[in-house]
């Protein structure tokens, strides 16, 4: 079996750092690894409108950040095809039939949307259709390519989950036609989930405890300079606590043993101040390591990890005409895809009246014997 991917965004804002270790990084590697037959990336425009009805032009801007943030960071859509959900209609057909294999209570039951129904401060009486029935029109998402590997982050595990239900209940009413596709979470657990800069469980625009990849390299110090630490680490003698410190959890999930050798070098001994985060976290837990000098120490790997992603936005910013023909180019080749599974599904389920010639015959043959019947009548 060939190895696809699908994953993809809502275009809803620009992305930030949490985007890049908890899934551009992966994606990034995995189409640079050249193991994987196909690889789909979706803006998932339509989905975005679910709770952004009212709102179309929030949706519509962020298109083309998404599209240059994906590609700054090294997402190539000569290997990767990167197209627009709406630009593809088939998928709103294989949700209209995916739909009637999933109950209201399963959807009701799915934790990521009773979070984000939470998050959106939603009534019960406000709850739009369209937003509750947003994971099965992701199964569509996935199965129209037959991908059958879904990178993405821990909380979008209910969503491939339902699309693994429709799968076995698709195949099992009429027959084996869908792949089943199976999440694969980036490998460091300390990228489930980013932080964000004031300690808050989840990176949030409404918070503004965000770094995004499009931040000057002034908007990023800032940011970083004002980050929470560990509340009780008042002197620089005292013990620190590098647990629940993003300072510690961002230096985790960015810095690289080059980071160290460059920044900690003593120009004359050669010696390395630390040689690894382990060296300097310990010394934080003992005490005697200030917080500036970490976020400093943190605002250069940050710095280190943006600098080539921001050359490249501002290289594609020259191009604007060309991100779209590309999203475009994307999308046509997405929907030819789309289009052979929607033939597929249609047939299975036996809404196929053009190829169906059994079902034309027999009518046909009904018809006439009605004929016949009427010719032999007597009255
Ligand atoms: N729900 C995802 C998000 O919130 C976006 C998305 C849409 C997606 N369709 C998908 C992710 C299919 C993975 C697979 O960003």
Not at 59 to 82: F, H, Q, W
Not at 199 to 216: P, R
Not at 232 to 260: C, M, W
Request: charged share 25%.
């Amino acid at each position: 079996m060939a190895d696809i991917i699908l994953t993809g965004d809502r275009p809803t804002g620009r992305l930030h750092l949490g985007h890049l270790v908890g899934s551009l990084n992966q994606r990034v590697e995995m189409q640079n690894s050249g193991k994987y037959d196909q690889i789909f990336i979706e803006i998932a425009d339509a989905q975005a409108t679910t709770d952004n009805a009212g709102n179309i032009q929030k949706v519509k801007n962020n298109i083309l950040e998404l599209a240059l943030d994906y590609m700054s960071c090294g997402i190539d859509p000569k290997k990767s095809t990167i197209f627009l959900q709406s630009e593809v209609p088939e998928l709103s057909d294989l949700t209209f039939y995916y739909m009637n294999l999933v109950t209201l209570a399963r959807l009701q039951r799915n934790p990521t949307v009773k979070q984000e129904i939470g998050y959106r401060g939603f009534k019960n009486s406000s709850i739009p259709v369209g937003f509750m029935t947003y994971p099965i029109s992701q199964a569509a998402d996935i199965t129209a390519f037959n991908a059958n590997i879904v990178p993405v982050g821990d909380d979008q595990l209910p969503m491939i989950e339902q699309t693994r239900e429709i799968v076995r209940t698709f195949n099992r009413l009429y027959g084996e036609t869908l792949v089943e596709p199976k999440a694969v979470l980036p490998e460091n657990k300390i990228c489930h989930r980013l932080p964000g800069t004031d300690g808050q469980a989840k990176m949030s625009k409404s918070i503004g405890n965000c770094i995004y990849l499009a931040d000057t390299p002034e908007e990023v110090e800032k940011k970083v300079m004002g980050m929470f630490t560990d509340p009780n680490h008042l002197r620089v003698q005292d013990p620190g606590n590098t647990k629940n410190n993003p300072v510690f959890i961002y230096l985790e999930a960015f810095s690289k043993p080059k980071h160290f050798e460059k920044y900690f070098k003593n120009e004359e001994t050669g010696e390395l101040e630390y040689k690894n985060l382990d060296e300097l976290k310990a010394h934080y837990e003992r005490g005697g390591l200030g917080d500036m000098k970490i976020k400093r120490f943190l605002n250069y790997v940050i710095q280190d990890t943006l600098t080539p992603i921001r050359a490249r936005r501002a290289e594609l910013e020259k191009h604007i005409p060309e991100v779209y023909q590309a999203l475009f180019e994307g999308s046509d080749k997405a929907r030819k895809v789309a289009a052979e599974t929607l033939l597929k599904v249609k047939r299975a389920i036996g809404l196929d009246y053009r190829s169906d010639y059994e079902l034309i015959n027999s009518q046909i043959e009904k018809y006439n014997q009605d004929l016949e019947e009427k010719k032999t009548r007597k009255y």
